[in-house]
């Protein structure tokens, strides 16, 4: 099992804030992770995730100077404002 948590805008322009989204992995086959961790540091306040494509059992996330790959046997979502209690399960 693998969580991957994002702190992601609703909407690319004009979004008021982000949304915590948690995205867990579960029966996880493969995982691949390219990043530039000067570049990631540099964009961390405006976001570094560019998009994000989820298809058969692969996730992919695209992000400013790098990718996170997951195949999977499945994928949960969560979501929730930032700033608010995570329910728990």
Known sequence: QLELV????????HAPRRDRVVITCL?????????????LKEHARAGNV??????????RVFL????????ARSF???TN???TPQKQA
Request: glycine share 12%; proline share 2%.
């Open 50 to 59: 560019i998009d994000g494509v989820h298809q058969e059992r692969v996730l």
């Open 76 to 78: 949960r979502v969560r």
């Open 64 to 71: 400013t100077g790098g990718f996170l790959e997951v195949e």
């Open 6 to 13: 994002f702190a992601l805008y609703k909407e690319q322009i």
């Open 81 to 83: 404002p930032l700033g």
């Open 27 to 39: 029966g996880v086959r493969r995982f691949l992770a390219s990043c530039d961790l000067e570049r």
